[in-house]
């Protein structure tokens, strides 16, 4: 049975950075058959997929346009986890954030699990 | 970017209504689609994949058809616990959500 375990900070300054991690068990943040990724979710902008970071032979990363130049997702194989930074937020970036793990098999692929989701406000 | 238009946003249906709902990608997608379920404060959940392909687990009143660039999910006889917000997505080119149709009781 997967798991994925959300931690960070549910309020954020405008102009700063908001950093989540999302803590894997049951699987490898390493693995050739998923893609770990950050969805948001909010009243105005509904499911927004942000990016994803996933291992086949090397590390790749993947960003929506809409937040590419602001966003980093990063694999920590060390502590079996990733994380989500996004800069210069700004109030528009209030939402709820989950991470989620996408499975890919032959027969095609999927969001299987999902974190909790934190609510992350952006507020001075 | 993939577009996908999901329709309609909102609807109201009784139990043991047949209820369906369409998503149409702005280019073809083969069937690189999902259909998610869900519920106030939950995180979706997966009921159909590859478009037609029912996950494991959930009822067969749920089905999923289409190709290309139109995609339907119908529910065929509608039950209680099936009142809520559904989501189609694309990952044929990264991932793209369809703006979410809203089941509600009549």
């Known amino acids: 049975q997967v798991q994925l375990q959300q931690s960070g900070p549910g309020l954020v300054k405008p102009s700063q950075t908001l950093s989540l991690t999302c803590a894997i068990s049951?699987?490898?943040?390493?693995?050739?058959?998923?893609?770990w990724n950050w969805i948001r979710q909010s009243p105005s902008r509904g499911l927004e997929w942000l990016g994803r970071?996933?291992?086949?032979?090397?590390?790749?990363?993947d960003y929506a346009v809409s937040v590419k130049s602001r966003i980093t997702i990063n694999p920590d194989t060390s502590k079996n986890q990733f994380s989500l930074q996004l800069n210069s937020v700004t109030p528009e970036d209030t939402a709820v954030y989950y991470c989620a793990r996408f499975y890919g098999e032959i027969v095609g692929a999927y969001f299987d699990y999902w974190g909790q989701g934190t609510l992350v406000t952006v507020s001075s | 970017a993939i577009q996908m238009t999901q329709s309609p946003s909102s609807l109201s249906a009784s139990v043991g209504d047949r209820v369906t709902i369409t998503c149409r990608a702005s280019q073809g997608i083969r069937n690189d689609l999902g259909w998610y379920q869900q519920k106030p404060g939950k995180a979706p959940k997966l009921l159909i994949y590859?478009?037609?392909s029912l996950q494991s687990g959930v009822p067969s009143r749920f089905s999923g058809s289409g190709s290309g660039t139109d995609f339907t999910l119908t529910i065929s006889s509608l039950q209680p616990e099936d009142f809520a917000t559904y989501y189609c997505l694309q990952d044929y080119n990264y991932l793209t959500f369809g703006g979410g149709t809203k089941v509600e009781i009549k």
């Open positions: 049951g699987d490898s943040v390493s693995s050739n058959s998923a893609a």
């Open positions: 970071t996933y291992y086949r032979s090397k590390w790749y990363n």
């Open positions: 590859a478009a037609s």
